[in-house]
Each structure stands twice: as structure tokens, then as C-alpha cells.
Nanobody, 126 residues
Framework: VQLQASGGGLVQAGGSLRLSCAAS????????MGWFRQAPGKEREFVSA????????RHADSVKGRFSISRDNAKNTVYLQMNTLNPEDTAVYYC????????????????????WGQGTQVTVSS
């Protein structure tokens, strides 16, 4: 399985970015997808997740109302739209694919994910 994240960059506070993660190696539509992030000196934390069908999504409290997650199963890609960014959102963002197929929910636990991308840096300046 390969997960290729892209779309990170430098943006001013209040701005927006859209991250993409292209997956290959397994039938994409069978697996939940998630985004996590890790800021310098901090542990990796859950950001957003989406079920295999895209019907169910989940977001961390810190990003609710600002971030949205979506997926295009025809393109094997998951997206993270990030709006109203603030400096606290600065981190390396990782996409992840569910460990097991057939899960109708959007998991937020690390243990539910079996594959991880390489990460993309998001830097928000004040």
C-alpha cells in the first residue's frame, strides 16, 4: 500500500489549504481514511476521518467547523479542506488508511489504521 500526501505549504493565518492523499495497493473504497498531524515537540494527533463510503465523517474538536474531509473513490483519493487556519494548525499532516476493510465508521484511533503516508508540512504564519 502506498499513500502519497500533497498540498501542504505556507499560508497566512485565516487562509485555506487543501490536502490530497492518493492511495494505491488495495481497493480504496473498502477502507476508511484518516488524517492525523504532528506538531514539533508534540505527539501525533487525530484530525479527521471518513468512512469507506464517505457517508460518515469525524473531526477533532479543534478543527470542527473549519476542516472538512471528503473522498473520491473513483480517483482513490482523500482530501482535507482546511479553512480559517491558525498558527496552532502548523504541523506535518499524515494520511492513513484503515487497517481492516468493511468498516462503516470513521475511526479516530491510531490502532484502526494500518498504513501511513509520508506526511506533508503545513505552516501557518501569524
Amino acid at each position: 500500500v502506498q499513500l502519497q500526501a500533497s498540498g501542504g505549504g505556507l499560508v497566512q493565518a485565516g487562509g485555506s489549504l487543501r490536502l490530497s492523499c492518493a492511495a494505491s495497493g488495495r481497493t480504496f473504497s473498502n477502507y476508511a481514511m484518516g488524517w492525523f498531524r504532528q506538531a514539533p515537540g508534540k505527539e501525533r494527533e487525530f484530525v479527521s476521518a471518513i468512512s469507506q463510503t464517505g457517508i460518515t465523517t469525524r473531526h477533532a474538536d479543534s478543527v470542527k467547523g473549519r476542516f472538512s474531509i471528503s473522498r473520491d473513490n473513483a480517483k482513490n483519493t482523500v482530501y482535507l479542506q482546511m479553512n480559517t487556519l491558525n498558527p496552532e494548525d502548523t504541523a506535518v499532516y499524515y494520511c492513513a488508511q484503515g487497517r481492516f476493510g468493511g468498516t462503516p465508521y470513521a475511526p479516530e484511533s491510531f490502532d484502526d489504521y494500518g498504513y501511513w503516508g509520508q506526511g506533508t508540512q503545513v505552516t501557518v504564519s501569524s
